[in-house]
T-cell receptor, first 115, second 115 residues
């Protein structure tokens, strides 16, 4: 089945130690998103890629970076994780149809813990 | 103005009852209003969505009611079942001048349907 796959499911890192989360998709969607979801809160958009064009949200900290080497893969890099970065990180994809109501397909997320 | 306010935070319903979750928004440029369902350990999945040109949309046991003048919309789950127990997020998007579907999520409602 076509899907959005996130690895690893759980990630533990140390305070200040760089960490990379990965996302892959078999849907061939041109848009990929990274959301941060803290416990009992709404998912918050960090940034998205429209094809190779990177679009950062204004309030996303500089500590968060992203790479999209090809259509299928997207990475979230946290350069110096702080305790406040502990959260579920959700990757999502959509196919741009120009209608503004494209369905987002989410992965199961990576739960990041910072010790 | 970019917020979507959701209530209640949690909801307990008896099997067979009606679950009602409400959302309100301020940005009149929003033109797409989906509801996402999220089970523990999974990413959100699109449940049902509506555009503001209609006041109601029904899919099976799930109905969205939309009140454009009040800037409110709600999800009704008829004949609620234990399998409906999940967190429900309303969301909104639109008015960004681009085609990418950047969703603003509500804070979520944890629904528990008791057998």
């Amino acid at each position: 089945d076509a899907m959005v796959i996130q690895n690893p499911r759980y990630q533990v890192t140390q305070f200040g130690k760089p960490v990379t989360l990965s996302c892959s998709q078999t849907l061939n969607h041109n848009v990929m998103y990274w959301y941060q979801q803290k416990s009992s809160q709404a998912p918050k958009l960090l940034f998205h890629y429209y094809d190779k064009d990177f679009n950062n949200e204004a309030d996303t900290p500089d500590n968060f970076q992203s790479r999209r080497p090809n259509t299928s893969f997207c990475f979230l890099d946290i350069r110096s994780p702080g305790l406040g970065d502990a959260a579920m990180y959700l990757c999502a994809t959509s196919r741009d149809l120009g209608t503004g109501d494209e369905k987002l397909f989410f992965g199961s997320g990576t739960q990041l813990s910072v010790l | 103005q970019q917020q979507v306010k959701q209530s209640p935070q949690s909801l307990i319903v008896q099997k067979g009852g009606i679950s009602i979750i409400n959302c309100a928004y301020e940005n009149t440029a929003f033109d797409y209003f989906p509801w996402y369902q999220q089970f523990p350990g999974k990413g959100p999945a699109l449940l049902i969505a509506i555009r503001p040109d209609v006041s109601e949309k029904k899919e099976g046991r799930f109905t969205i009611s939309f009140n454009k003048s009040a800037k409110q919309f709600s999800l009704h789950i008829m004949d609620s079942q234990p399998g409906d127990s999940a967190t429900y997020f309303c969301a909104a998007s639109g008015g960004y001048g681009g085609a990418t579907n950047k969703l603003i999520f509500g804070t979520g409602t944890l629904l528990a349907v008791q057998p």
